[in-house]
Nanobody
Framework: QARLVESGGGLVQAGGSLRLSCAAS????????VSWFRQPLGKEREFVAG????????SYADSVKGRFTCSRDLGKNTMYLQMNNLRPDDTGVYYC?????????????????WGQGTQVTVSS
């Protein structure tokens, strides 16, 4: 059964950095568009960044452009989200998601595979 497992979340002060990882099993990331979403407490899930299939061209939400970088390592079947210059409004549960042959859609309904999420908290 396909599985995505996020890690790397935590508590960090504003201006700090974190790197999230999303390890895939029974699912080859080379065949998927993959994205990161986040969900602040009490709010809807929102697109953060994604890599479209097949060329891994990256796209980002305006709020994270220039601060976050999305990448993947096909040898490790893992995707990453490097988050720099974090702000309190980056706080939320971060999820990775995968869509077969996907184009890194910003609408969560396109994704069939989701991780369980990892909490990121940025203090001011």
């Amino acid at each position: 059964q396909a599985r995505l497992v996020e890690s790397g979340g935590g508590l960090v002060q504003a201006g700090g950095s974190l790197r999230l990882s999303c390890a895939a099993s029974a699912l080859a990331l080379a065949d998927y568009g993959v994205s990161w979403f986040r969900q602040p407490l009490g709010k809807e899930r929102e697109f953060v960044a994604g890599l479209r299939w097949p060329d891994a061209d990256a796209s980002y939400a305006d709020s994270v452009k220039g601060r976050f970088t999305c990448s993947r390592d096909l040898g490790k079947n893992t995707m990453y989200l490097q988050m720099n210059n974090l702000r309190p409004d980056d706080t939320g549960v971060y999820y990775c998601a995968a869509e077969l042959y996907g184009s890194a859609q910003q609408n969560a309904r396109y994704y069939d595979n989701w991780g369980q999420g990892t909490q990121v908290t940025v203090s001011s």
